[in-house]
C-alpha cells in the first residue's frame, strides 16, 4: 500500500487549497478513504472521509461546509478541496486508509494558514 499525497502549501486566510492522494497497492474502490490532520502538539484528527464508491461523506464539525472531499476511482485519487481556511486549519495533513486491521498512511502535505 501506497498513500502520496500532494497539494500541501502556504496559504492567507480565507484562501483555498486542493490536496490529493495518490494511492496504489490495494483496490483502491473497495475501501472508504480519510484525511486526517495533525497540528504541533495536538492529536492527530479525522478531517473528512468518502466511501468506497464515493456515496457517503463525513466531515468534522470544524471543517464542515468549508471543506469537500472526493474520489476518483479511475485514476485511485481522493481529493480534499479546503476552502475558506482559518489559522487553526494548519497541520500536516495525510491521507489514511484502514485495510486489513491496519492503517495506512501517506507521508503527510503541510498545510500552512498565515497572513
Known amino acids: 500500500v501506497q498513500l502520496v499525497e500532494s497539494g500541501g502549501g502556504l496559504v492567507q486566510p480565507g484562501g483555498s487549497l486542493r490536496l490529493s492522494c495518490a494511492a496504489s497497492?490495494?483496490?483502491?474502490?473497495?475501501?472508504?478513504m480519510n484525511w486526517y490532520r495533525q497540528a504541533p502538539g495536538k492529536e492527530r484528527e479525522l478531517v473528512a472521509a468518502?466511501?468506497?464508491?464515493?456515496?457517503?461523506?463525513n466531515y468534522a464539525d470544524s471543517v464542515k461546509g468549508r471543506f469537500t472531499i472526493s474520489r476518483d476511482n479511475a485514476k485511485n485519487m481522493v481529493y480534499l478541496q479546503m476552502n475558506s481556511l482559518k489559522l487553526e486549519d494548519a497541520a500536516v495533513y495525510y491521507c489514511?486508509?484502514?485495510?486489513?486491521?491496519?492503517?495506512?498512511w501517506g507521508q503527510g502535505t503541510q498545510v500552512t494558514v498565515s497572513s
Open positions: 497497492g490495494f483496490t483502491f474502490s473497495r475501501y472508504t
Open positions: 468518502v466511501s468506497s464508491v464515493g456515496g457517503s461523506k
Open positions: 489514511n486508509v484502514f485495510r486489513s486491521s491496519q492503517n495506512y
